[in-house]
Nanobody, 117 residues
Framework: QVQLVESGGGVVQAGESLRLSCAAS????????MGWFRQAPGGQRESLAT????????SYADSVKGRFTISRDNTKNTVYLQMNRLKPEDTAVYYC??????????WGQGTQVIVSD
């Protein structure tokens, strides 16, 4: 089992920045990739970014490319999402996730981000 705990959300104004953290624990040796997705009220899940264990490969959704940066610190078993130039449409609950070998996913409880204009 893997446990993921997100933190760092909050209320900011448009144009400001936030950094989200995701601390992983448990059977983390089984994790090869981690990522972030978000879900706005009444909206669909949107995958935002992924990063490999070594941090040598990242990917981003077009909606956040150039504004968000995913990174990881393996010494702390933590993945980060630096979010710059936030927009009101970025308002959502943000989750980190990790794929299971079964094809399902682990994810945490989420952290709320609210961007006011």
């Amino acid at each position: 089992q893997v446990q993921l705990v997100e933190s760092g959300g909050g209320v900011v104004q448009a144009g400001e920045s936030l950094r989200l953290s995701c601390a992983a624990s448990g059977s983390i040796f089984s994790i090869n990739v981690m990522g972030w997705f978000r879900q706005a009220p009444g909206g669909q899940r949107e995958s935002l970014a992924t990063i490999t264990v070594g941090g040598d490969s990242t990917s981003y959704a077009d909606s956040v490319k150039g504004r968000f940066t995913i990174s990881r610190d393996n010494t702390k078993n933590t993945v980060y999402l630096q979010m710059n130039r936030l927009k009101p449409e970025d308002t959502a609950v943000y989750y980190c996730y990790a794929p299971k070998s079964s094809g399902d996913f682990y994810w945490g409880q989420g952290t709320q981000v609210i961007v006011s204009d």
